[in-house]
């Protein structure tokens, strides 16, 4: 069965902390996604990778950095955390596309972050 | 305009009632095309998934892909108060990577 974890489910930091949000797939999956999601915005895409040690910026990458040391593991960094980055983070994974995948992504169970 | 649109709702319809949910998107290359369903305080899964014009039936839902007028939809036959949730659309250019833009969701609300 498809699994993706996250590290919390609830997390609450003071402004300026840095934070680490960790998810972990065992699906042998190649790209792995950060989203946070608000009411009204959607999902919202912050950072992706396709392979380990690679990354691409999403469409919000400010104030974010990511790593992926390893196939599985995905981390997320809030740099020096701030009240707008309170948000749902959701984690998610997909398999590499090969021209005919059905680019279906398998989301963790999200970690309600909140900044105060 | 944003990429992909939806009515935020809520939708709301008697259970065995069809529910039909309904988007469109801006991109005209996008290749592949997705339903997921959100429970309050839970993550996305995927209902359905369609890359070709017409229709696709999966039990009790049907998705529609018409690429000419840029538009899919989801039918929910018999609905039913466990399907209750917010379903977002969301489209994949599958160009070169993997690029999935997601709607922001149409709340469903089956009232017993």
């Known amino acids: 069965d498809v699994k993706v974890t996250q590290s919390s489910r609830y997390l609450v930091k003071r402004t300026g902390e840095k934070v680490f949000l960790e998810c972990v797939q065992d699906m042998d999956h190649e790209n792995m996604f950060w989203y946070r999601q608000d009411p009204g915005l959607g999902l919202r895409l912050i950072y992706f990778?396709?392979?380990?040690?690679?990354?691409e910026k999403g469409d919000i990458p400010e104030g974010y950095s990511v790593s992926r040391e390893k196939k599985e593991r995905f981390s997320l960094i809030l740099e020096s955390a701030s009240t707008n980055q309170t948000s749902m983070y959701l984690c998610a994974s997909s398999d590499f596309f090969t021209g005919i995948s059905t680019d279906t992504q398998y989301f963790g169970p999200g970690t309600r972050l909140t900044v105060l | 305009q944003k990429e992909v649109e939806q009515n935020s709702g809520p939708l709301s319809v008697p259970e065995g009632a069809i529910a039909s949910l309904n988007c469109t998107y801006s991109?005209?290359?996008?290749?592949?095309f997705f339903w997921y369903r959100q429970y309050s305080g839970k993550s996305p899964e995927l209902i359905m998934f369609i890359y070709s014009n017409g229709d696709k039936e999966d039990g009790r839902f049907t998705a529609q892909l018409n690429k000419a007028s840029q538009y899919v939809s989801l039918l929910i036959r018999d609905s039913q108060p466990s399907d209750s949730a917010t379903y977002l659309c969301?489209?994949?250019?599958?160009?070169?990577?993997?690029?999935?833009?997601f709607g922001t969701g149409t709340k469903l609300q089956v009232i017993p």
């Open positions: 991109d005209r290359g996008s290749q592949s």
């Open positions: 969301a489209v994949s250019n599958s160009g070169g990577y993997q690029k999935v833009t």
């Open positions: 990778s396709y392979d380990v040690k690679m990354k």
